[in-house]
């Protein structure tokens, strides 16, 4: 049976990740949710049109009543990173608005896996899971998945090979206090520094500075020049529900809600999840070297401090 999806926001994002739903395999229908209900059937008229160019998934506008039965619902809805903004300074005009559409999702679709994008985008889950009542592997923010692709693009440009070939994966939050896992990223089995060497295009530690820098702030950049980032997301949530709606067991470095994480408690950060049809599994913590630790801890610290505040806010 052909997947139901859900997206709420119909802005760029969320038209953009409904695009490349549209022509994915086993997707069935996809209705777009927006208060701004003339652009929500403008964009489902024409990801429709596109779609009938090849296998036409149904899209349409609908309303909170038609994501019933949905499998997964996309949660893009919200204000957008502003230049010079960060992620977290969107907490405040943001909280209220997630909250408001996760009680209203849950009334119509219990059982949907909710997959959060809006920004701060590793708070929602959290949100979700305490003041819901949902389970952790129901309620996943996109997290680092987006960065980790970033991540696997700079690599695979400075090293000449296929994105597809380079292995590595950014912890942490998605956001300043992210963390590229240098120590267990790979090439055709070989260390990525080993690899690198080999092939006369060595990292050392200034470059590893410069792919740090350009990961982290890569969509701060993308927002500079065109004002906003929706394809880099878009693909992100597109594969992320197929690997939830389709079962496909594939592992991605997403978010969810954690009690605890290396003395940390209460916190949301990615880490490398198993992505199915039942939603996430319980996260899988990878060998890190001291100072990955550190700088993850760190992370898990921000966002756990975040998540008290959004509590704080969601409650006042």
């Known amino acids: 049976m052909a997947a139901h999806i859900g ?23 996809i209705v777009l949710v927006d208060l701004d209900e003339a652009r929500a059937a403008g964009e ?37 990173l502003k230049p010079g903004q ?33 920004n701060p985008v590793d708070v929602m889950p959290a949100i979700a899971v305490r003041h819901f009542g949902m ?16 991540f696997r693009d700079r690599l695979a440009r400075h090293l000449e090979v296929a994105p597809s070939s380079v292995h590595a994966s950014v912890l942490g939050e998605h956001g300043d206090s992210e963390v590229l896992h240098w120590s267990s990223a790979q090439i055709g089995g070989l260390p990525i520094v080993d690899f690198a060497a080999q092939i006369g295009r060595p990292i050392d530690a200034a470059m590893k500075a410069q792919i740090a820098e350009d990961v982290r702030t890569a969509a701060y950049r993308i927002k500079e020049g065109k004002g906003v980032s929706n394809f880099g997301i878009g693909g992100c ?18 978010s ?47 966002l756990a401090g975040t998540i008290k505040a959004g509590m704080k806010a969601l409650k006042a």
Request: glycine fraction near 10%; charged fraction near 15%.
């Open 237 to 254: 949530i597109a594969r992320l529900v197929r690997a939830l709606a389709l079962a496909e067991n594939s592992v991605f470095s997403v």
């Open 86 to 118: 960060t992620r977290l300074e969107l907490l405040g005009q943001n909280i209220r608005i997630v909250g408001h559409i996760i009680e209203e999702v849950l009334k119509v679709a219990p059982e949907a896996i909710l997959l959060f994008a809006t």
């Open 44 to 80: 489902a008229a024409d990801i429709g049109h596109a779609a009938a160019f090849g296998s036409a998934a149904r899209v349409h506008q609908g309303d909170y009543a038609d994501l019933a039965g949905a499998q997964v619902v996309v949660i893009t809805a919200g204000a957008s």
């Open 256 to 302: 969810t809600y954690m009690p605890e994480l290396l003395g940390v408690a209460e916190t949301c950060i990615s880490l490398p999840h198993v992505l199915g049809r039942a939603g996430a599994s319980k996260p899988l913590l990878p060998p890190l070297d001291n100072v990955e630790t550190e700088a993850l801890k760190n992370s898990a610290e921000v």
């Open 7 to 29: 997206i709420i926001g119909a802005g760029q994002v969320g038209a953009a990740a409904a695009y490349l739903l549209s022509a994915t395999s086993g997707i069935g229908d």
């Open 135 to 150: 389970a952790p592997g129901r309620a996943i923010g996109t997290g680092c998945a987006l960065d980790s692709i970033r």
